[in-house]
C-alpha cells in the first residue's frame, strides 16, 4: 500500500530533507531518486498490483500501482529541474 501512499502525501507535502540527512543521509531529491530507484528496481508492480487491489475503494487506482516506476520517476525528475 506505500505506493499508493505515495501518489496521495506527494501532493499534500514534500520530504523534510534535514531529517532525511539526518537518518538515511539523503539530503535532495537527487539523493531521494537514487535511494527509491534501488529498492524498486527489482519490484515486479504487477503483482504488487494484484496484492492490493482488494484493498482498493476505486478499481482504476489499481494503474497507479502498476505504473509506480514511471510516475515516481516523473514526479521525481519534475522536482530535481
Known amino acids: 500500500m506505500k505506493y499508493i501512499d505515495f501518489y496521495f502525501l506527494q501532493s499534500k507535502t514534500y520530504p523534510d530533507f534535514n531529517y532525511l540527512k539526518k537518518i538515511a543521509n539523503l539530503g535532495d ?3 531521494l531518486k537514487k535511494e ?3 529498492k524498486i528496481k527489482d519490484l ?3 503483482a504488487l498490483s494484484r496484492d492490493v487491489e482488494k484493498f482498493l475503494f476505486n478499481r482504476k487506482d489499481i494503474e ?4 509506480f516506476k514511471e ?8 522536482r530535481i529541474k
Request: proline share 0%; charged share 40%; aromatic share 20%.
Open 71 to 78: 510516475y515516481f520517476n516523473d514526479i521525481i525528475t519534475e
Open 36 to 38: 527509491v530507484d534501488k
Open 29 to 31: 531529491w537527487k539523493d
Open 44 to 46: 515486479n508492480f504487477k
Open 64 to 67: 497507479k500501482v502498476t505504473c
